[in-house]
């Protein structure tokens, strides 16, 4: 076994820190192209190691996933953020809360939701107007949240409740972003980004106890005959039952609340993108959905999407909006014939793994075709909503809501835009289109 995987150099002081803060998705295709499956990089507190083989992947996130938990510095400002909630809580309180939340994703209830989803949907577009210029990332953020706090924390925001989460998603998201400076920053230091930070999540957790508040005494009860099975009734019964810790429940709903709608979202900015790149695909989206739905979109009509599904996996291969997983091992470890110690950071980057030309042809083309009929790629060349027991538990919700607005969309309008080639991305959490989408609605 070798002892040290290949390195490329960087600064004295911030290592390759200032190089991946510069543009982590040209660093990291670099990086999967002129080191191979295993590199060593110094991104700041810990020893990070970039592996990008799918064998090694799945190795991490399935067959040994046990000898792997969240790195330590994902309980700094993301720490603060979602605390306990099921993205970042590990060991029994990790599998306490997953199997709270389980029954609110089967997919015999998902299949209910379709009509909720679709009503959305046309709520939006019923406010639209033929030669309209939209932020379609914002539309989309927006119905998006709307859906996942009608369907998981059964609420109905207020118009202030929007405003409120729509004004500090941006300084809550800008904390995340890159920067070799933070590295060696401590998070208790008051810099005006640590001070604007703070007060964006005490706005966000001040909408989220109204939200709690709101719906205290209506969760039900375990006894009825049918209690309702929202994410936040199955948690407020939890803490009647003495289970779940108000931390917890916060904790829990500040995760829904914003893994629930980021990523949708933005697989749908990123599809609409695309389609307005490639408008032979476009009309072929259209001529699928005249032929397959009739008004609202229904659970038949989604089982029929073909292209659509088509065209979601493909966004999901050249922007996933996740775009990096990070764990550490909690034992020295071998990954692609490298010694890994116990303590490190261990990245697992879908940017890099999507766009490899080892395991796609033609890798930066967006090409929906590509998915038609089997491959013989390795499972984990492709990995948007991560894999293993800890995948993502709203990947099945998140689809069915993609093709669902997607399709409601289609039947009346196209959206064009002026930019074209590869966008200019800015890294968070989640990957997000620099300065958001304007697109202009077409109507059909």
Sequence with gaps: MNSTPPRPKGDPLFGNARQYADDPFRFLTACERAYGDV??????????????????IQQVLV?????????DFQDDAIGDLLGEGLLLSEGETWQSQRKLANPAFMMDRLEGFTDTIAGHAETMVDSWADGDRRNVELAMTAVTLDVICDLMLD???SERQRRIIRENLEPIGARFEPDPIRFITPDWVPTPDNREYQAALSELEGVVDEIIAERRGTEGHEDDDDPPMDVLSILLRAQNRGEQSETQLRDEVVTMLLAGHDTTALTLTYSWYLLANHPEIERQVHEEVDAICDGSVTMADVREMDLIDR???E???????????????TTDVELGGYRVPEGSSVMLPQWAVHRSPDYWE?????????WTGEDDRPRFAYFPFGGGPR???GKHLALLEAKVIMGTIAQQYSLDTERSGQLELRPSLTIHPRGGLEMTVEER
């Design 391 to 393: 995948h993502c538990i």
């Design 63 to 71: 067959a040994d996933d046990a000898n792997y938990v969240k790195p």
């Design 39 to 56: 590199v060593q990089l110094n991104l700041g507190p810990l020893d990070t190691y970039m592996v990008t083989n799918p064998d090694d």
């Design 362 to 370: 033609s890798p930066e083309q967006f090409d929906p075709g590509r």
């Design 155 to 157: 609420v109905r925001l």
């Design 311 to 313: 065209v979601i996996k």
């Design 315 to 329: 966004s999901n291969r050249l922007y996933p909006p996740v775009y990096v997983i990070f764990r550490q091992p």
